[in-house]
C-alpha cells in the first residue's frame, strides 16, 4: 500500500503528471476570463479620450466665435490682378484706388561674351558693396546693413564656373548666374533683394590673366559707373516701388506693402505701371464657416457621449452631458420676448430630436448678408444686457475641471501584486489536495482489489 507523502505514481498511473495537467487547466480558464474583464478599463480609456478630445474642440470653436475679431473679418478683391493683388486682415470695408508708378527691382548686370563656361578669366579679388546709386551723379552711398565682402580667386578659380560658385558661397547679398547661348556664355550679377538700397558695387583686382595671357583678366566682372568703360554693363538698376493709394504717396523695397491702409496687404505683381480698384467687404464667408466647424464639433461630442460608459466617474462625460444641456436650454429660452429656437432657426440652426445640430447652409449665408452683426449677437451677445446670454458664451461659463483617467492607482498594483502572490499559494495547495485525493482514490482500489481476491 502505497503512502500518501510520497505517491507519485501508483499502478503505472503517473499522480503528478495528473495533478499538473489538472492544477494547469484551472488558472487558464481564470486567466481568461481576467483578460475580458481588464480589456474592459482600456475601452473605458480609449472612449474617456475621444470625449475629452471632442468636448475640448466644441469649446474652442464657441471660443472662436465668442471672439469679436471673428466677426470683424474682411476680404479684398482686385478688378486688375495683373497688377496689384490684395489680402485683407480685418482691413475697414470699403473701395481704395490704387496707382502704381513702379515696381520693386533688383539690380542687375551682365558681362561681356565669354567663349564658354571654361574659359579662364584670371585670378584675382572682387569687392562686393551693396548701396544706393544716384543715377543722375553716378555716386554710391553704402548700405550700413551689409558691410563690404572680399571674393578671392585663386589659380584654380579662373573659369566662369568657379566664380560664379564662389560668389555664390560668399553670401554678400549678391547672386551670380552663367548665361549660355549661340554667342557664348555671360556672368550675370543680381542683388539678391529688391529696393534701391540693395544695388551694389563690384570693384575687381586682378593680379594675373593664368595661363592664358590673351584672356580677359578679372576685371570683366566689375560693375562701377564711374568708370569709363570695361567691367559688366547695367541691365535693371534698383529700385523701389511707388505707388499711390487713394492719392497718397507710398514707397516700399519689396512689392508686397503690408498696413496700406492698416490691415491691407498688396502685393505688386510686376507690371510696370497701372491702376486698379480694391474692394474690401465683410467676410460672411468665413463666418459661415467658423459656425460650421462649430456645428461639427458639436455634433461629434455627441456622438462620441452616446458611446461613452454612463457609468464612468471620468469628468469628460459630466462636462459633455453640461454642454449638451446648456444647448438645449439656449434652443429654448427666451431672448427680448422671441424663443432663441426661433431665432437660430432664422439663421438656419436647428437642435434635433437626436440632440444633433443641423445648419440651413443657403439661410446662414442669407442671415450673414442681411446683418452678420445680429447673428454675431447670438453667439456672443457682445453689447447686450446680459452678454452670457450668447451661445458661445453660455458654453465657456460652464464649469470645467481636470478629467478623471482610469489609468491604475499604486494602490491598486499593490493590490494586484498581492493577489498575483496569493494565488501562486493558492494553486499549490490546491496541487497539494489533488494529489492526496488521487493516491486516496488509488489506494481505496488497491484495499477492494486485495478483499476480493482473499474472498
Known amino acids: 500500500m502505497a503512502t500518501v507523502g510520497s505517491a507519485s505514481r501508483v499502478d503505472g498511473i503517473d499522480l503528478q503528471l495528473m495533478v499538473n495537467a489538472s492544477a494547469f487547466a484551472r488558472p487558464q480558464a481564470e486567466a481568461s476570463t481576467a483578460r475580458t474583464t481588464d480589456a474592459e478599463p482600456e475601452t473605458r480609456i480609449s472612449s474617456a479620450g475621444k470625449l475629452r478630445g ?16 471673428t466677426w470683424q473679418a474682411t476680404k479684398a478683391t482686385s478688378d486688375n490682378e495683373a497688377l496689384v493683388q490684395a489680402v485683407s486682415d480685418k482691413a475697414a470695408p470699403g473701395s481704395y484706388a490704387i496707382q502704381v508708378d513702379a515696381v520693386a527691382t533688383a539690380q542687375t548686370t551682365t558681362s561681356s561674351n565669354f567663349s564658354s563656361l571654361s574659359t579662364v578669366v584670371g585670378i584675382g579679388t572682387l569687392d562686393l558693396q551693396l548701396g544706393t546709386w544716384n543715377t543722375s551723379t553716378s555716386t554710391f552711398a553704402t548700405n550700413p546693413n551689409w558691410p563690404k565682402a572680399s ?14 560658385d564662389k560668389i555664390n558661397a560668399a553670401g554678400v547679398g549678391v547672386i551670380a548666374m552663367v548665361v549660355s547661348d549661340a554667342t557664348g556664355s555671360r556672368l550675370v550679377l543680381r542683388s539678391t533683394s529688391t529696393g534701391a538700397s540693395n544695388g551694389f558695387k563690384a570693384e575687381a583686382t586682378p593680379t594675373d590673366k593664368g595661363d592664358d595671357q590673351t584672356a580677359q583678366t578679372l576685371a570683366a566682372m566689375g560693375f562701377n559707373p564711374a568708370q569709363v568703360s570695361g567691367g559688366e554693363a547695367l541691365t535693371q538698376n534698383a529700385q523701389d516701388a511707388k505707388l499711390k493709394i487713394d492719392g497718397r504717396d507710398v514707397q516700399s523695397a519689396q512689392n508686397v506693402i503690408d498696413d496700406a491702409p492698416s490691415g491691407l496687404t498688396l502685393r505688386l505683381n510686376g507690371q510696370e505701371s497701372g491702376s486698379a480698384t480694391i474692394q474690401v467687404s465683410t467676410d460672411t464667408q468665413a463666418m459661415a464657416k467658423d459656425i460650421q466647424s462649430f456645428a461639427h464639433a458639436y455634433n461629434n461630442m455627441v456622438s462620441q457621449l452616446a458611446q461613452a460608459d454612463p457609468t464612468s466617474s471620468d469628468n469628460s462625460v459630466q462636462e459633455a452631458k453640461a454642454i449638451q444641456q446648456s444647448m438645449q436650454e439656449a434652443f429654448s429660452s427666451q431672448t427680448g420676448g422671441t424663443p432663441s429656437g426661433a431665432q437660430f432657426n432664422s439663421i438656419g440652426m436647428h437642435l434635433g430630436q437626436d440632440g444633433r445640430l443641423s445648419v440651413d447652409d443657403t439661410r446662414l449665408n442669407q442671415a450673414l448678408a442681411q446683418d452678420p452683426g445680429k447673428v454675431e449677437q447670438l453667439f456672443d451677445a457682445r453689447g447686450a444686457k446680459d452678454p452670457s446670454s450668447g451661445l458661445a458664451a453660455r458654453l465657456l461659463a460652464l464649469p ?3 478629467a478623471e483617467t482610469t489609468t491604475p492607482s499604486a494602490t491598486q498594483s499593490a493590490t494586484s501584486s498581492q493577489q498575483t ?35
Open 400 to 402: 470645467t475641471g481636470q
Open 54 to 69: 471632442a468636448t475640448s474642440a466644441v469649446l474652442d470653436a464657441a471660443a472662436h466665435l465668442n471672439n469679436s475679431q
Open 151 to 164: 571674393v578671392t580667386f585663386g589659380p584654380k578659380d579662373t573659369s566662369l564656373e568657379h566664380i560664379r
Open 421 to 455: 502572490d496569493a494565488s501562486s499559494a493558492a494553486g499549490t495547495l490546491y496541487k497539494q489536495r489533488l494529489l492526496e485525493q488521487y493516491a486516496a482514490s488509488s489506494m481505496h482500489e488497491d484495499d477492494n482489489a486485495m478483499t476480493a481476491n482473499e474472498a
